[in-house]
């Protein structure tokens, strides 16, 4: 599900995940573990709820598995901290009024 008004509520944010406001925060899309369970498809991102206001650099460490070694173990915390960023991001999105009710056209689970 695209959603602009979501996207486009990134720009001038500070990042979720180190707060930084240096203007290179953009609406960065889950890419962990449970990515294709939330939409992820190919050439396709995940559902645009699922995304975190990330600073480039934060964004890169993510999207570029720099805070993973590889093992599994790894591989999950990396995940479920950048579900954690989303899950910000989500609540910071109501709170300004961004998003209210969801249309579902698909259901997740």
Do not use: W
């Amino acid at each position: 599900m695209r959603l602009p008004k979501v996207l486009k509520a990134s720009n001038g944010r500070p990042c979720v995940r180190c707060k930084k406001l240096d203007g290179t925060t953009v609406y960065a899309h889950y890419t962990g573990i449970r990515q294709h369970s939330l939409g992820k498809g190919m050439a396709v991102k995940c559902h645009d709820c699922c995304g975190a206001d990330l600073c480039s650099e934060c964004h890169a460490y993510f999207d570029q598995y720099r805070g993973c070694d590889g093992s599994e173990q790894s591989r999950t915390r990396l995940s479920e901290e950048f579900l954690y960023y989303c899950q910000l991001t989500l609540i910071r999105n109501f709170q300004e009024g961004v998003i209210g009710e969801l249309p579902l056209t698909k259901k997740y689970h």
